[in-house]
Nanobody, 115 residues
Framework: QVQLVESGGDLVQPGGSLRLSCAASGSISRFIAWSWYRQGPGKQRELVATILKGGSTSYADSVKGRFTISRDNAKNTMYLQMNSLKPDDTAVYSC?????????WGQGTQVTVSS
């Protein structure tokens, strides 16, 4: 069973940037979609961004133009580049990988945007 481990969460000031990583313990070749989710304090979990096996990407309206999802197959790692961060971006960010009939989640990494 492949495991996912997120890293890169931190405390950052509004307007700052962070890059989150989601590293897989094994080959990611069987996964057909990768996503980042987030859950802020008192909020429901929200889909932030998705990248498909073929490279297509999609984003929540709230992060379009600020966040970029990418994947490095050679490193078995997915990334979320977050720019122009806002206090509303404060959340636990988790990655998810989906294959046919199965989904794997990471444990999450905390992002706090505050001055």
């Amino acid at each position: 069973q492949v495991q996912l481990v997120e890293s890169g969460g931190d405390l950052v000031q509004p307007g700052g940037s962070l890059r989150l990583s989601c590293a897989a313990s094994g080959s990611i070749s069987r996964f057909i979609a990768w996503s980042w989710y987030r859950q802020g304090p008192g909020k429901q979990r929200e889909l932030v961004a998705t990248i498909l096996k073929g490279g297509s990407t999609s984003y929540a309206d709230s992060v379009k133009g600020r966040f970029t999802i990418s994947r490095d197959n050679a490193k078995n790692t997915m990334y979320l580049q977050m720019n122009s961060l806002k206090p509303d971006d404060t959340a636990v960010y988790s990655c998810k990988a989906v294959s046919l009939g199965n989904a794997v989640w990471g444990q999450g990494t905390q992002v706090t945007v505050s001055s």
